[in-house]
């Protein structure tokens, strides 16, 4: 399988296209791959605490071997070290090892040292290429493709950023096999939201197959990270900036974002999208948009993928202000990405506050 030739989905925006290659043991291939996309001397490699022990020596080998001088920053794990303040001594390294616009950043973690390094690449000396190397099955699957990066602010998640679209993304589905199971399970949440916004016939392979992903069956791992990628980069391809379709991803994320947030990460990104998908499919139910079938099997999916579906102790208050304050608010109104069918969903921005109180609610039980 590692000398197979990877599964590669093509990713287009205005300006900009690069692939997305899926293939176990890419990780010892990424000099090779970089090498063709720049002629830069230098890389720089961004991972974090938990990553950088378990991968960045496989990398800087591989970069090292493909003739480039590797910089590497090892930040804090977690969500929590996600703010501004944690950036600048990122900027001080790579400035102090003096990169140029030639110098590729490359991204070799999760969703957060993407969301960060990419923020990073994107405004260090107005923007430097970027390589996402996603090391989590949330990442492969979301976090990486579609150029969005961005750093947290107490009001709420990704509130400072950027759009910064990759030079490519390089996926190794073997390097799963060192993920922890929450972190695993997590992923899983964003590669349902996925079929329920996009493919009514995946989503019922899903059902049927998911707990292949668990038990870490590259084969199938594969298949399903480049399903996720294809309806990501399809949208983004639509639209790169979300200023439509691309709001579509967004299902379970008004809730969950919340939850999240007001949980203080406690549930994790994942977790959190997992049960702001049981609130939307409850809101939609509740206002006439699919029936407790489909509400059923959305939640029974979930639960399938080992994921949280009720249980919520926190304050309903405060998670509707946190909601209220989200950057997906328009107009003083607040958008949800709801399902009227499975594989369809739209946007409304007309619910009565009393339903969004009851979604939240209903998480508890």
């Avoid at 002629?39 to 090292?64: E, R, W």
């Amino acid at each position: 399988m590692p000398d197979a030739a990877p599964r590669s989905i093509h990713a287009k925006t205005p300006g900009h296209e690069y692939d997305i290659l899926v293939r176990p043991g890419l990780l010892h291939a990424a000099g090779l791959i970089l090498r063709r996309l720049t002629h830069s001397n230098k890389a720089a490699v961004i991972t974090d605490s938990t990553v950088g022990p378990l991968h960045a020596d496989t990398l800087s080998a591989s970069l090292t071997a493909a003739g480039f001088s590797v910089i590497r920053v090892e930040v804090p794990a977690g969500e929590d070290h996600k703010i501004l303040s944690e950036t600048l001594p990122i900027f001080d390294r790579l400035l102090r090892a003096n990169i140029d616009r030639s110098t590729p950043i490359i991204a070799l973690g999760g969703g957060v040292v993407g969301d960060v390094a990419g923020f990073v690449a994107a405004t260090i000396l107005r923007g430097v290429p970027f390589l996402q190397v996603p090391t989590s099955l949330l990442a492969m699957v979301d976090a990486s493709v579609g150029g969005k990066t961005g750093v947290n602010h107490p009001a709420g998640k990704n509130l400072i950023g950027a759009f910064h679209q990759p030079i490519a993304v390089l996926i190794d589905p073997a390097v799963l096999k060192t993920l922890p199971p929450r972190e695993l399970r997590g992923g899983l949440a964003e590669c349902i939201k996925h079929d329920i916004i996009r493919d009514a016939e995946a989503f019922s392979r899903l059902e049927r197959d998911i707990t292949k992903a668990l038990a870490l069956d590259l084969d199938y791992l594969c298949d399903l990270i480049a399903h996720n990628v294809a309806i990501k980069a399809k949208v983004v391809e639509a639209d790169p900036k979300e200023k439509g379709e691309r709001a579509h991803l967004n299902f379970g994320h008004t809730f969950g974002h919340a939850i999240e947030h007001v949980s203080q990460y406690q549930y994790s990104h994942g977790e959190s999208i997992a049960l702001g998908m049981v609130a939307a499919a409850a809101l939609a139910h509740d206002l006439g948009m699919i029936d407790d079938s489909a509400r059923r099997r959305i939640i029974a999916v979930i639960e399938k993928a080992g994921l949280p579906v009720r249980g919520v102790t926190l304050d309903t208050a405060e998670l509707l202000a946190v909601a209220n304050a989200d950057k997906k608010v328009k107009d003083g109104r607040l958008r949800f990405v709801l399902p009227d069918r499975i594989g369809h969903v739209v946007i409304r921005d007309d619910i009565p506050a009393e339903k969004v109180r009851a979604a939240f609610e209903g998480l508890r039980r």
